[in-house]
């Protein structure tokens, strides 16, 4: 998709929906040649149109990130949700969540014998509809419990009435250059003795989930039952500079024109301004990434800095300054953010608009 149709206002997110279907078949084949489930994470997409060609195309079940985005994907008719981090259950979380097992079956997960309690207490006699999964700290350091701790927890949430299932975990470490080979191995080897461990102390575990876009794809036997990506509907920067994906498989951008522009005189860089800022590209930036985001077209340019509506591109010498009003296309570093900033998303096929989808679970943040 080269081309930003005529009728589409800049900024805007565009989305090829052929790259959108190749990239789901590609992780759907993947997944299911190596006997995993394929449980994606909405919170990428937040839009109900993917997750129905997710689930169309093999996904055993979402994930969601909020009670909140779990309740809009099971109003579309999802019946199989993992709410894939450590909940605080208070009483009005615990009434949404009885709402939601009537519907759907629901997974949670928990890293303390604490929130196993306060999960269980507040949910009482219908404690036993959630399931639990217990979170394991695979080396990203964010939430999860050492593997030789699952037990004490499992036990905590068994003895409050709820549904222990399984372990789960996020390699987020995998996210810097040169880690997501090691983080698929870190993944590997504490689910399986994660596992194990709740095998021994006598439950029974029928899930064991895993998984990230940096390491899903890479083969060998795995601990896993399932993994979990996100970000590879889309592809993004991010993924690009970690050699995760191609060019050929970023399936959104973020239109945008040139606004300003600066051939390099008095001291200043050669470089251009386009109308997408922060407020539609998100502001991630991690400390190894080359810029703010990337353009397909011009792979030496460099997104250096973003004011909310602004982007400055630095412009490389080997190819002519744009013209004002030049159209282009941006991939964000971080597609997540991107879709938490609009309400809805331009969809294209050669391009042309075929659709336009709303961001249903857009801001569905608690």
């Known amino acids: 998709m080269n081309v930003i149709p005529a009728a589409v206002t800049t900024p805007a997110v565009l989305i090829d929906v052929d790259v959108l279907d190749r990239n789901i078949e590609r992780m759907t084949s993947s997944m299911r040649g190596r006997g ?164 021994s102390a006598g439950f029974s575990v029928k899930t064991i989930s895993g998984g990230s876009t940096p390491t899903a794809l890479i083969s060998g036997d795995s601990a896993a039952t399932e993994l979990r990506p996100g970000v590879y509907v889309f592809g993004d920067a991010q993924q690009l500079e970690l050699e995760r994906c191609g060019w050929e498989d970023i399936a959104l951008t973020v239109a945008a024109t040139v606004v300003s522009r600066h051939e390099a005189r008095g001291g200043n860089v050669r470089r251009v301004v386009l109308d997408a800022g922060s407020k539609i590209l998100g502001s991630d930036r991690p400390d190894w990434a080359t810029g703010y985001g990337r353009l397909p077209e011009y792979p030496e340019a460099r997104v250096t800095a973003l004011s909310e509506h602004h982007a400055t591109v630095v412009w490389p010498d080997s190819s002519e300054l744009p013209p004002l009003g030049t159209r282009l296309r941006v991939i964000p570093n971080h597609v997540c953010l991107t879709m938490n900033l609009v309400d809805e998303v331009v969809v294209v096929r050669d391009g042309a608009v075929v659709e336009q989808w709303t961001v249903a679970a857009r801001g569905r943040n608690n």
């Open 36 to 199: 995993l489930g394929l449980r994606p994470h909405v919170k990428t997409h937040k839009t109900l149109e993917i997750a129905r060609k997710q689930l169309a195309a093999g996904a055993v079940g979402i994930t969601v990130a909020t009670i909140g985005e779990a309740e809009v994907f099971a109003a579309d008719g999802v019946k199989d949700i993992f709410i894939a981090y450590p909940l605080w259950v208070e009483a009005p979380h615990a009434e949404r969540l009885r709402a939601l097992a009537a519907a759907s079956r629901v997974a949670v997960g928990v890293d303390s014998a604490e929130s196993a309690t306060a999960m269980g207490g507040q949910l009482g006699a219908e404690a036993g509809k959630i399931e639990v999964l217990i979170e394991v700290d695979s080396g990203h350091h964010r939430s999860g419990v050492l593997p030789d701790d699952v037990v004490e927890v499992a036990r905590a949430a068994a003895s409050a009435g709820l549904k222990v299932s399984g372990v789960f975990t996020f390699p987020g470490h995998s996210y810097r250059p040169g880690m997501p080979t090691g983080a698929a191995g870190n993944e590997n080897e504490s689910l399986g003795l994660a596992a194990a461990a709740l095998t």
